[in-house]
Structure formats: structure tokens, C-alpha cells
T-cell receptor, first 113, second 115 residues
Framework: DGGITQSPKYLFRKEGQNVTLSCEQN?????MYWYRQDPGQGLRLIYY???????QKGDIAEGYSVSREKKESFPLTVTSAQKNPTAFYLC????????????FGPGTRLTVL | AQSVTQLGSHVSVSEGALVLLRCNYS??????LFWYVQYPNQGLQLLLK??????LVKGINGFEAEFKKSETSFHLTKPSAHMSDAAEYFC?????????????FGKGNQVVVIP
């Protein structure tokens, strides 16, 4: 079945450590996105990529980094510079044609202790 | 800049009653509009989308939404609520003239269904 996988489902890290969240898709979509979700805040865009080897900052990119070396993969690194990293992180992808909806992965809940 | 407004973070509805979730957007050009549903600790699932075809859009699970340009609204409705409709609902808008499918989301409505 085609879809988006995120791993792990739950992640615990100590303060000051970098952590990388995995996102893989087999939908053959060109575009991929990372969102952060906090209670009552909706979804906020961290980074997005429309094509391999290219990505753009979203609304809250500070303290995060990404790479897009393969079409199917878009890992997100939460660095120690992110002041409040505990959140639910969602990855999504979409086809390149305009009006195409975004398809979401199941999410990773990151807790920084 | 575009934004999406969803009023009322928590919405309570009796089982069998009408579900109405309001969404208003601001955009200088006709946007694409989406409603997504999220169950606890899961990703988002598309309910329906408007992409400048019919203004009344039917989606999954009996939901529908009507695009009203004059009111800049895209309200979501379902005639009769089921217990399984308890979830969080998000309205989102994209700006196709920027050449991508980047979305801006509202803050969501947490729907509680009362037996």
C-alpha cells in the first residue's frame, strides 16, 4: 500500500541533544512537508521541499534542519537550538500539480526531558 | 498574507444533531480549501476539498462544505452526528498562484459528541 511512514512513533531525548525524525513516502510525490502541532495551535509549517536537493523554510524553521537527498525521504533534525522541542511532529507529501491535497503520516511525538 | 479562522476550539454536539464547523479565510485571490480530520495521536485525513469546481463539495463520512466567495467562508456540515465523529477538525487554505501546495491551517475544532 502506498503511504507515508514516520518513525519512531514516540521519541524521548535529553535536553541539549539533537534528534532526527524519519519520514518516508512511496507515493511518488515531489513535495514533502514538516509540521509541528501543539495543543490549540493548529499545524505550523517548519520546512518544505518541492523537489530533491531543494527545500525552503516555513513559518517556524528556527532550531530545525532538513535534507532532501532522495525523492522518497525528508528527515527532520531537531537541534539543541530549538527552545521548546516537545511536540507532535507530522510529515506530509503532495503531488506537484496545483490543488493537490497533502497526505499525512501518523506522526512522531517527541518529548524532551 | 493568508489566514484561516476557525471559531470555538471545542464544539459539543448531541448524537443525531447537526454538526456545523465554521471556517473563514482571507486571501486576495480564489484559494483552494480543505477540511481535514484528526483522531487522537494520528495523522490528518482529508475529508473534502474545494478547487474552484462546484461550490458545494461532498466528502467522506457524510460531511459536506459550501464555498461562499462573498462571505469568504467554507463551513463544514454533517446532518446527523455519530459518536465516531468525535475528533479534531482543521480547515486549511493554499495559494495556487505561488506555484505550490503549501497550506495554512486554522487552529482546529475539537468535536465532542454527547450520547
Amino acid at each position: 500500500d502506498g503511504g507515508i511512514t514516520q518513525s519512531p512513533k514516540y521519541l524521548f531525548r535529553k535536553e541539549g541533544q539533537n534528534v532526527t525524525l524519519s519520514c518516508e513516502q512511496n507515493l511518488n510525490h515531489d513535495a514533502m512537508y514538516w509540521y509541528r502541532q501543539d495543543p490549540g495551535q493548529g499545524l505550523r509549517l517548519i520546512y518544505y521541499s518541492q523537489i530533491v536537493n531543494d527545500f525552503q523554510k516555513g513559518d517556524i524553521a528556527e532550531g530545525y534542519s532538513v535534507s532532501r537527498e532522495k525523492k522518497e525521504s525528508f528527515p527532520l533534525t531537531v537541534t539543541s537550538a530549538q527552545k521548546n522541542p516537545t511536540a507532535f511532529y507530522l510529515c506530509a507529501s503532495s503531488p506537484s500539480g496545483l490543488g493537490g491535497e497533502q497526505f499525512f503520516g501518523p506522526g512522531t511525538r517527541l518529548t524532551v526531558l | 498574507a493568508q489566514s484561516v479562522t476557525q471559531l470555538g476550539s471545542h464544539v459539543s454536539v448531541s448524537e443525531g444533531a447537526l454538526v456545523l464547523l465554521r471556517c473563514n479565510y482571507s486571501s486576495s485571490v480564489p484559494p483552494y480549501l480543505f477540511w481535514y480530520v484528526q483522531y487522537p495521536n494520528q495523522g490528518l485525513q482529508l475529508l473534502l476539498k474545494y478547487t474552484s469546481a462546484a461550490t458545494l463539495v461532498k466528502g467522506i463520512n457524510g460531511f459536506e462544505a459550501e464555498f461562499k466567495k462573498s462571505e469568504t467562508s467554507f463551513h463544514l456540515t454533517k446532518p446527523s452526528a455519530h459518536m465516531s465523529d468525535a475528533a479534531e477538525y482543521f480547515c486549511a487554505v493554499s495559494r495556487p498562484f505561488y506555484g505550490n501546495n503549501r497550506l495554512a491551517f486554522g487552529k482546529g475544532n475539537q468535536v465532542v459528541v454527547i450520547p
